[in-house]
Every structure is written in structure tokens, then in C-alpha cells.
């Protein structure tokens, strides 16, 4: 009898070894398992700080475009004010040419999608940096998308008009510029009433509203770029 009962702790004892030796090998392939996600994370968040390196350089080209643009608008705005014509026919319509509105902001979205597909966004530590991507890549884009598409209907009246008025003719040199090329005004004809009505005066206090409009918002976008890269350099060093 004692011996049935010496060979049934025996074979217990062998069971709960081997069960251990299940569970604790299943635990240590977890953990590699897991730490090969983690590490994929981890470079999915170092690609991310690098496109939100290149998007912030596009961002700031722009607003300091949609800058450009409001400063000539006043400027043209200040003449007309003064009724002095104190720029020249030629000043004025090279000013034209070069109130540009249209610019539009593209973010690169493509390391989000690889976090959301791959299951890496789940492994993120920090809550905040989970929330303020949702926001960027989701709320804010779709704003983005939403008055991009105002002010390109917008700068269809606005060249259709203002350029046919004035009859510009420009070149440009598709080689040389940040994104669209350099416009040079080749020919124009100065349409003085025009000029001084307020159908032209409107249209440029709506070009800079819409350029105001928009600068504030990729102000907004590049402040929670900032953010996000001060999360997202502290969550692959954690």
C-alpha cells in the first residue's frame, strides 16, 4: 500500500514538473513575444518622430506663406485706403501674383496606420501620447481637410476673377520654390476701376480671413506635433 502511494507522489511530483516546465516555457515565449512587439513599437515611435520632424518643416513653409500672403493683402488693402495709388501698376499686380491662399497641409499618415494595423498603438504606455495621435491623425486632419477644401474653392473665384480683371498672364518655373514653382508676371493689363471697387477689396479681406483661418489651425497642429514628439521620445526611453 505504501508503495502505491510512494509511486503516486512520484508521478505527482513529475506531473507538476512538467506542468511547470509548460507553463514557465509558455510564459518565457510570451515575454520574447512580447518584447519583440514592444521593440517593433518602439521603432514604429522613432519613424513617427521622424515624419513629425518633416511634417513641422512643411507646416512652417506654409504658415510662413499664409504670413506672406496676409502682409501683402494689407499692404494692397493700405493703397487702396489711401486712394494715393502710392504703389506703382506693376508693384500691385506682382503683389497679386503672389497672394497665395491654396496651400494645403498633407500630413504623413502612413507610420499611424502601421501602429492602428499592427497592434503597436495598443502597446503604448502613455495615454496621453494614444490620445493626442487619435487627435491629430483623426480630428485634426479632418478639419484640415474640411477648410483645405473651402479655400481651394475660394482661390478658384479668387484667380478666376482677380486674374481675368487685371488680364495677368504669369510663367512659371516649375524648377525652382519650396512646393508649386515661381511665378514671374509676364503680361497684364491694370484695370483701375477694378482695383478701387469693392468687389476686389472683398475678395482680398475673405483671401485673408481664409489665410488667417488657416495659419491658426496649423499653429494648432504644430503645437500638438510638438507635444506628441515630447511623448513619444519619452515613451521609447522608458
Known amino acids: 500500500m505504501k508503495l502505491g502511494i510512494d509511486k503516486i507522489q512520484k508521478y505527482g511530483l513529475e506531473s507538476l514538473v512538467i506542468l511547470f516546465s509548460i507553463i514557465l516555457s509558455f510564459y518565457i515565449e510570451g515575454q520574447r513575444d512580447l518584447a519583440e512587439k514592444n521593440s517593433d513599437k518602439n521603432k514604429l515611435i522613432t519613424d513617427l518622430i521622424n515624419t513629425i520632424d518633416e511634417d513641422q518643416k512643411q507646416l512652417d513653409y506654409i504658415k510662413s506663406e499664409m504670413n506672406k500672403t496676409v502682409k501683402l493683402i494689407n499692404e494692397i488693402q493700405a493703397d487702396i485706403n489711401s486712394e494715393n495709388s502710392n504703389l506703382s501698376k506693376i508693384d500691385i499686380i506682382n503683389k ?13 499618415e502612413g507610420i499611424f496606420n502601421q501602429l492602428i494595423s499592427t497592434g503597436s498603438f495598443e502597446l503604448i504606455e502613455n495615454e496621453d501620447l494614444k490620445l493626442l495621435l487619435l487627435k491629430i491623425y483623426n480630428h485634426q486632419n479632418n478639419r484640415n481637410y474640411a477648410i483645405s477644401n473651402l479655400i481651394d474653392i ?11 480683371k487685371f488680364r495677368i498672364d504669369i510663367n512659371v518655373n516649375n524648377m525652382e520654390g519650396e512646393i508649386y514653382g515661381i511665378s514671374v508676371v509676364s503680361d497684364f493689363n491694370f484695370n483701375k476701376t477694378f482695383y ?18 488657416y495659419s491658426r ?3 494648432d497642429i504644430s503645437e500638438n506635433y510638438k507635444q506628441a514628439k515630447i511623448y513619444s521620445e519619452y515613451e521609447i526611453n522608458i
Request: aromatic content about 26%.
Open 217 to 219: 489651425l496649423l499653429n
Open 96 to 108: 497679386i501674383s503672389e497672394i497665395k491662399v491654396s496651400y494645403s497641409f498633407f500630413s504623413q
Open 196 to 213: 478701387f471697387s469693392d468687389e476686389f477689396y472683398g475678395f482680398l479681406t475673405r483671401a485673408k480671413t481664409y489665410a488667417n483661418l
Open 154 to 164: 475660394f482661390s478658384i473665384e479668387f484667380y478666376n476673377t482677380v486674374y481675368q
